[in-house]
């Protein structure tokens, strides 16, 4: 993996050099807490590296009383505080904030969407060619629908159905809480605005090592022939954090791991793993693969749940040796909350690629480590050799997309240590990227960003997409919402997750990775 890399640009998601001459980013929710923590710190980042268009603004818009300077008083401690490179370079911010403008304004308030609008054809009028526009939704998701019709009601918007989209809207997560809810918002969003003028975010989308699965598998001709139910015994999707809810047990008590981190993350990651080749990198080509592997996932009737799926509570423990509390003492959860911070789920994909072969999704909160990584575990050979030398078993291959941290890839294989004696031993190739690369991995907020700005959607959720994947989680939630858990709190802060798991895997005859 070392050498003399050749790298190649491919035409997908991230900066392909389609900057427009100028842009502007208006960003709604300005005064939250999206905005200072990912998105300005993702744009200081794209202005220090040159990344950014010529003609440049940002036009925050929200309900607080702030001047220009006070919006870029608080982005500059922001930027200190949650930039991945800290307030690297004066000059660059100086030149930055420059850029960063404020007007206040009620979401429900059309006269202020129409201030709104002068500011920005103001900006508009300097330029040579119209800029393009990003508008980005960072208020709270119930908020989404009105703010796209407010915004298109003061023609900040205008639906563009030929051509590329000059203005593009980015939506960020949770869109919608089920089903029904996710295609009422696509409902009203296509009222406003065509599909290609739509930005669904999910930032797992932007992380580097997630769209080197594609690259992986797409870019490299000897993964390929044994990416199938021939080789591949079962594959292991996780996603664990040692966090807990930090700060945020009111959305969290409503939401649980299946809202917050299967529909999304979790099912995006299945796609890439196991979707078809895309006919091309456009985003559409890609869009169609995920969404028809999500329409060959079997989906779970209720009456299933409690085969294919396994939940849990954390309760308190220890984590690198500190005691944290368990979910039912954080700040804004219910004392007797059944709220679920742990899920495993078994998935089984019908089409000729990966009938038989399941694939096993879970994340938690409060786990013993924090680690998001694809496993694929491959068959055993079909006969022991060794037995007559007390080798009892050989380990199977197993191939890791390690996403973060330590990201990286790794395939274990069996090798023979020097010596007299036949013995069997595990041992894995390892490409790392901080030693390939150094530790200069963007942001995934600045991929997107850069993408929005540029208009490339590949990385963004279709509205198909975003309506299967609740279509697959909802008997889930739902089941679990009626049938109320007896044993809460069941697995302790510091582990692996409750024992039932454990025994969910072991019924299969296999076991979970501790990464
Ligand atoms: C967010 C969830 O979408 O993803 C959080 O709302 C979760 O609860 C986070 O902690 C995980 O993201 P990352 O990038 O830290 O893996």
Known sequence: MYGDPHTHAAATGSGQGKRPHACVVIIFGASGDLTKRKLIPALYNLALENRLPERFAVVG?????????????????????????????EAVWEKFAATLYYVRGGYDEPESYQRLKEFIDAFDRGSRALPARVLYLATPPELYGAVIERMSAAGLAPRETDGEARTRVVIEKPFGTDLQTAQELNHRVHESLDEKQVYRIDHYLGKET??????????NAVFEPVWNRRYVDHVQITAAESVGVEGRGGY??????????????????LCLTAMEPPVSFSADAVRDEKGKLLKSVRPIAPEEVAAAAVRGQYAGGKIDGAEVTGYRQEPGVARGSTTVTYAAIKLAIDNWRWEGVPFYLRSGKRMAKRVTEVAIQFKRPPLLLFKSHAVEAVNPNVLVMRIQPDEGVSLTFEVKPPGPDMVIKPLSLDFKYEQAFGNSSPEAYETLLEDCIEGDSTLFTRHDWVESAWALMDPIIQVWKLSKPKNFPNYDAGGWGPGAADEFMERDGRRWRQP
């Open 61 to 89: 818009y929200a309900r607080s009383e702030l001047s220009h300077e006070s919006f870029r008083a608080r982005l500059r401690a922001a930027v200190r505080e949650f930039s991945r490179t800290g307030l690297k370079d």
């Open 210 to 219: 997630v769209q080197n699965i594609m690259v992986f598998r797409f870019a």
């Open 252 to 269: 969290y008590d409503e939401a649980g791991v299946v809202r917050d981190m299967f529909q999304n993350h979790l099912l995006q990651l």
